[in-house]
Each structure stands twice: as C-alpha cells, then as structure tokens.
C-alpha cells in the first residue's frame, strides 16, 4: 500500500508539475485576402461545414476547448495543429500553386470519401464536425468541380 501512495504523489506532483510547460496558441485575429473562402465561391452549406469541421487544424485560428489549458492535453492537441496546418492551411489557400491545389482538392476529396477526416479523436468531442451523407456528397461535389477548373 505504501508503495501505491508513493507512486501516487508522484504522478500528482508530475501532472502539477507539467501544467506550468503552456503550449504555442494558434489564434491569430488577422483576415486573410489568401483563405479558401475569399478565393473561392464557397455555397454557404459548404463554407459552414468545412469551418466546423476542418478550420481548428487548418487554419491560423483555432477555437480552442476549456480543456485546452490541461497538460497534456494541450500538448496533444498542439501536435494535432501544427500537422494539420503543415498539411493544409485554409488561410493560405491563395498562395498555392494551382499544381499545389490540385494535389490538396484530391486529398480532401479521397480523405472525406474514406472518413479519414475530420479525425475520429476530434469528432469525439466536436459532434457537430462529422459530416452526415449529404453533407460529404455536397462538399466532394463542389471539391471535384474546383479541381477540374484548376
């Protein structure tokens, strides 16, 4: 029993212990001339959509939870950020190389069409960021004909 104590003061004090490592905030408050939406004629269902369920990870301004200021957490969902937006920032949309959004339209499209995205560990807490049926055929339409005017 006295051993179970010690290793639970110790776990204690190191869940402490990290809280006082903050994480890198992604929340910039800057318009984009460069985003996806501006670029493009986004129909209104797809714009609301693709903010719900993909601009936390791929954009320059995540809406973060509460439990976004416990360790470690935060650092989870730190590693999550910044490899989203390595992957695809929406926010940037504008400076790519049309060649270059050609190969991100195909990977949102076979991404969406395999339920690779959103990622289950984010749709777990954010319900309202998986996409019913409808709302995948709509958002792969109008994907497929952005690609094909590039």
């Known amino acids: 029993m006295k051993v179970f104590k010690t290793v639970a003061w110790i776990l204690l004090i190191a869940f402490v212990g990290i809280q006082f490592f903050p994480t890198e905030r992604n929340q910039n408050k800057a318009e984009y001339v460069t985003d996806f939406m501006l670029v493009n004629k986004v129909p209104p269902m797809v714009q609301n959509k693709i903010k719900v369920s993909c601009y936390d990870c791929h954009?320059?301004?995540t809406e973060y939870p509460w439990y976004n200021k416990i360790q470690p957490v935060a650092w989870?969902?730190?590693?999550?950020?910044k490899n989203g937006k390595a992957e695809l920032n929406f926010n940037e949309w504008g400076d790519y190389s049309d060649r270059?959004?050609?190969?991100?339209?195909?990977?949102?499209?076979?991404?969406?069409?395999?339920d690779e995205m959103?990622?289950?560990?984010?749709?777990?807490i954010h319900w309202d960021a998986k996409f019913s049926k409808s709302e995948k055929k709509e958002i792969i339409k109008y994907m497929t004909q952005l690609k094909n005017k590039l």
């Open 118 to 124: 959103p990622l289950d560990s984010y749709t777990f």
């Open 76 to 81: 989870f969902l730190e590693d999550h950020i």
């Open 100 to 114: 270059r959004k050609n190969s991100k339209l195909r990977s949102i499209i076979s991404q969406i069409e395999d």
């Open 59 to 61: 954009s320059n301004k």
